[in-house]
């Protein structure tokens, strides 16, 4: 007698193989048979309408506080995610002694948009080491698996205090190497690290890592290729420093720690801008061409649809956050800020740092959102430069004078990236590329979780671009080969029974709402899924359309 059998479903077992009808019977939360399966079991769930695949696996989330909270991981679980990574970018929870628990929070609180209330009411600590934290996680119950990286940031700063805004001295760098393989030798997934201008600690400078120079980068990869397993996730330059359609950023850099490490190198992200447009898929055909000719392991990460952020002036905005005079006003007190805004001086020093290399693509891209005031209510949906033209303004100052008369309260959305249907679809084609969702980081500006069931409608159902097989390949052979998950990815007799079912017809995502459900009763973007039916991680149902079960059978996800 089996616990759990699917029967009549459309398998798609992950591998890229043709899907084919069948059953699939689960015992001690793995699959023991799939084909016609007549012995009974405890329980049956008729798939007949429905595609069966490997549970979703994403690996690249910042969930690292939120499972003190939330033990199914939403909004990942809703969209039928059984497996997370966090970690990512650098930005860990350990190692973390008690004098940097306060820098640890609120750079998290800024860079990764995480409310500072909630972190300080939800997180208990009790950790200090990489070993600990993995032991808090594994008391944890947890309805998804969850696999951590070690993050250089975390590093950097439990081994340089408060003075790590310099380069490190041997000494400092042979103490991180020995936490980088304590980490992995403990059970991390991998090391992360962020070269990212973009990201700001609490103090509104550059985060840790960002101030590592190479002879600090190869040093701990060469730690992530001494322990023989592991990846070296990076939250890239060439992100936030776009120059033309045919440089490439730091590629090299990352291929030389793919040659260093002898370990895969993924890194966040690869994007289409306007501005450039050519770029993005330059630096995959380079890519491809470093992969061929000195036999590296490279993983650029993608995203899914265009990016479309949510900004407001009392909040780190992303698309302006690498840029000096933006972000200084940016971490002003509130009642500085709209004077900053009117200095002349200081626009124009906004105004030729928007000239030079970002991530920027341009004012007809940002949209007034939600207006403060009354008189101003009939903005809401015009581009600043359509509102610009109306004024005979130039858009800069029409967008800042506008922040002013609402004291800095006006919701803005930008698209900043991914906005060109035809280049997505050419990079979800490449065949070493990753989703990137950031699913559980920038709780208040997007919230990208239900990549996964925009991938399985858009660009399956909606355009077939992929193939069903392709798609479900893309969310789960393809992250857990690249990260080492040699056991997960797959609806293999032996394996754990990681299972999502769906209706190909009705699976999709609806628009984000905003909720106040974390501690501290602080707001945070969700998005909820369509036609998940059921989700299924080692062997037990945790979720039934977007209703929990009431199990938690997630596991920690250790390096091998």
Same mark, same amino acid.
């Given at each position: 007698?089996?616990?759990?059998?699917?029967?009549?479903?459309?398998?798609?077992?992950?591998?890229?193989?043709?899907?084919?009808?069948?059953?699939?019977?689960?015992?001690?939360?793995?699959?023991?048979?799939?084909?016609?399966?007549?012995?009974?079991?405890?329980?049956?769930?008729?798939?007949?309408?429905?595609?069966?695949?490997?549970?979703?696996?994403?690996?690249?989330?910042?969930?690292?506080?939120?499972?003190?909270?939330?033990?199914?991981?939403?909004?990942?679980?809703?969209?039928?995610?059984?497996?997370?990574?966090?970690?990512?970018?650098?930005?860990?929870?350990?190692?973390?002694?008690?004098?940097?628990?306060?820098?640890?929070?609120?750079?998290?609180?800024?860079?990764?948009? !995480?409310?500072?209330?909630?972190?300080?009411?939800?997180?208990?600590?009790?950790?200090?080491?990489?070993?600990?934290?993995?032991?808090?996680?594994?008391?944890?119950?947890?309805?998804?698996?969850?696999?951590?990286?070690?993050?250089?940031?975390?590093?950097?700063?439990?081994?340089?205090?408060?003075?790590?805004?310099?380069?490190?001295?041997?000494?400092?760098?042979?103490?991180?190497?020995?936490?980088?393989?304590?980490?992995?030798?403990?059970?991390?997934?991998?090391?992360?690290?962020?070269?990212?201008?973009?990201?700001?600690?609490?103090?509104?400078?550059?985060?840790?890592?960002?101030?590592?120079? !190479?002879?600090?980068?190869?040093?701990?990869?060469?730690?992530?290729?001494?322990?023989?397993?592991?990846?070296?996730?990076?939250?890239?330059?060439?992100?936030?420093?776009?120059?033309?359609?045919?440089?490439?950023?730091?590629?090299?850099?990352?291929?030389?720690?793919?040659?260093?490490?002898?370990?895969?190198?993924?890194?966040?992200?690869?994007?289409?801008?306007?501005?450039?447009?050519?770029?993005?898929?330059?630096?995959?055909?380079?890519?491809?061409?470093?992969?061929?000719?000195?036999?590296?392991?490279?993983?650029?990460?993608?995203?899914?649809?265009?990016?479309?952020?949510?900004?407001?002036?009392?909040?780190?905005?992303?698309?302006?956050?690498? $840029?000096?005079?933006?972000?200084?006003?940016?971490?002003?007190?509130?009642?500085?800020?709209?004077?900053?805004?009117?200095?002349?001086?200081?626009?124009?020093?906004?105004?030729?740092? $928007?000239?030079?290399?970002?991530?920027?693509?341009?004012?007809?891209?940002?949209?007034?959102?939600?207006?403060?005031?009354?008189?101003?209510?009939?903005?809401?949906?015009?581009?600043?430069?359509?509102?610009?033209?109306?004024?005979?303004?130039?858009?800069?100052?029409?967008?800042?004078?506008?922040?002013?008369?609402?004291?800095?309260?006006?919701?803005?959305?930008?698209?900043?990236?991914?906005?060109?249907?035809?280049?997505?679809?050419?990079?979800?084609?490449?065949?070493?590329?990753?989703?990137?969702?950031?699913?559980?980081?920038?709780?208040?500006?997007?919230?990208?979780?239900?990549?996964?069931?925009?991938?399985?409608?858009?660009?399956?159902?909606?355009?077939?671009?992929?193939?069903?097989?392709?798609?479900?390949?893309? $969310?789960?052979?393809?992250?857990?080969?690249?990260?080492?998950?040699?056991?997960?990815?797959?609806?293999?007799?032996?394996?754990?029974?990681?299972?999502?079912?769906?209706?190909?017809?009705?699976?999709?995502?609806?628009?984000?709402?905003?909720?106040?459900?974390?501690?501290?009763?602080?707001?945070? $973007?969700?998005?909820?899924?369509?036609?998940?039916?059921?989700?299924?991680?080692?062997?037990?149902?945790?979720?039934?359309?977007?209703?929990?079960?009431?199990?938690?059978?997630?596991?920690?996800?250790?390096?091998?």
């Amino acid at each position: 007698m089996y616990s759990l059998k699917i029967k009549n479903g459309t398998i798609v077992d992950g591998t890229g193989s043709p899907r084919f009808r069948g059953d699939i019977a689960i015992a001690h939360g793995r699959i023991a048979e799939i084909g016609k399966i007549s012995s009974g079991a405890e329980r049956v769930l008729d798939a007949s309408d429905l595609v069966v695949a490997p549970g979703f696996i994403d690996q690249h989330t910042h969930y690292d506080a939120q499972v003190f909270w939330d033990p199914y991981f939403t909004s990942s679980s809703w969209h039928g995610v059984t497996s997370v990574v966090t970690g990512n970018c650098g930005f860990t929870l350990a190692p973390c002694r008690p004098e940097n628990r306060e820098y640890i929070t609120r750079m998290l609180a800024v860079v990764e948009d !995480m409310s500072l209330a909630a972190l300080q009411a939800g997180l208990p600590w009790g950790w200090e080491d990489y070993r600990s934290f993995l032991a808090a996680i594994e008391r944890r119950p947890k309805a998804l698996n969850m696999g951590c990286l070690v993050g250089h940031s975390a590093i950097r700063r439990d081994v340089l205090g408060a003075g790590f805004r310099r380069p490190a001295n041997g000494p400092e760098i042979t103490t991180m190497q020995e936490l980088t393989v304590q980490a992995l030798l403990a059970g991390a997934l991998g090391l992360s690290t962020s070269r990212q201008p973009l990201h700001a600690d609490g103090d509104g400078d550059h985060v840790p890592s960002f101030y590592a120079d !190479m002879e600090e980068l190869s040093a701990l990869a060469r730690a992530v290729g001494k322990v023989g397993r592991g990846i070296i996730e990076v939250s890239s330059k060439m992100v936030a420093t776009p120059r033309s359609d045919s440089e490439t950023g730091d590629l090299a850099d990352l291929v030389w720690l793919a040659k260093t490490s002898g370990r895969p190198v993924t890194w966040a992200s690869v994007r289409y801008l306007p501005r450039f447009p050519g770029r993005c898929m330059n630096i995959l055909a380079e890519t491809s061409k470093a992969i061929a000719e000195q036999g590296v392991r490279l993983f650029p990460q993608i995203g899914a649809r265009p990016i479309d952020l949510h900004l407001n002036w009392h909040k780190l905005m992303p698309v302006f956050a690498h $840029l000096p005079t933006w972000r200084k006003v940016m971490f002003l007190p509130a009642h500085e800020m709209t004077d900053a805004l009117r200095d002349p001086a200081i626009r124009a020093a906004m105004r030729a740092e $928007l000239a030079g290399p970002n991530v920027f693509s341009g004012w007809q891209f940002v949209y007034v959102e939600k207006a403060k005031r009354p008189e101003h209510k009939s903005l809401e949906g015009q581009s600043i430069t359509a509102l610009a033209a109306a004024q005979g303004k130039d858009p800069l100052d029409a967008y800042l004078d506008l922040c002013i008369a609402e004291d800095c309260d006006t919701d803005f959305i930008c698209q900043t990236a991914d906005n060109s249907d035809q280049a997505l679809g050419r990079m979800l084609k490449h065949p070493n590329t990753l989703l990137e969702t950031d699913a559980g980081a920038h709780l208040s500006s997007i919230c990208n979780a239900d990549f996964p069931t925009y991938l399985l409608s858009h660009w399956v159902r909606d355009t077939g671009i992929l193939s069903l097989e392709d798609a479900v390949a893309r $969310l789960t052979t393809y992250p857990a080969d690249a990260f080492g998950l040699t056991d997960r990815g797959r609806i293999k007799p032996g394996f754990p029974a990681d299972v999502v079912l769906f209706d190909p017809l009705r699976v999709g995502s609806v628009k984000p709402r905003l909720v106040q459900d974390l501690p501290a009763n602080q707001s945070r $973007l969700i998005r909820e899924a369509e036609g998940i039916h059921s989700v299924i991680v080692n062997g037990e149902i945790v979720m039934q359309g977007t209703k929990p079960s009431g199990a938690f059978p997630g596991q920690v996800l250790k390096g091998a």
